[in-house]
């Protein structure tokens, strides 16, 4: 029996454990309701925001929120005004609650896949692994082999 060593093997896998290990969940994304236009996994999204503020969200509220940080973050204004509804709502639906981190939900899911469109061109990537808190994808982890010493970037190779 061959042993196969990969990426997979060597990093994401390890990696993804260690998020399960510190109290993550793992998200798959053959049993995920997601917003297309977000990528807010909408199953997560509701039960996170419906702990946080205390209420319950009908479905369409729960749209109408979706909607207006779609609208949000397609500013042209580096993620500025999302950023600040994080971390001080005002009068918006609390997203993340910072005070009793408790009460948020922390996953993580592999390849998800995005698509970009800025100005006329378009393109696509898919993380290996996409940090999500509440449902809201906010980091994203792209990991190598261990044994590769340069990574490329846009055509200029960085020594590790």
Known sequence: MSKVFNEDTRVKIPATIQFLRIGYNYQSLSDASIDFETKIFVNRF????????KRTFSDNEVIDILMEINSVIKNNDLGKEFYNWLINPLDRVKL???EDISKNDFAVVDELPFCITKGTEEGSFRPDITILVNGIPLGFLELQ????????????????
Not at 48 to 53: G, L, M, P, S, V
Not at 147 to 159: F, N
């Open 46 to 53: 509701k039960t996170a925001i419906e702990n946080i503020n």
């Open 96 to 98: 993340i609650d910072f």
């Open 145 to 160: 082999q261990p044994s590769i010493p340069w990574i490329c970037r846009t055509g200029v190779c960085i020594c590790s």
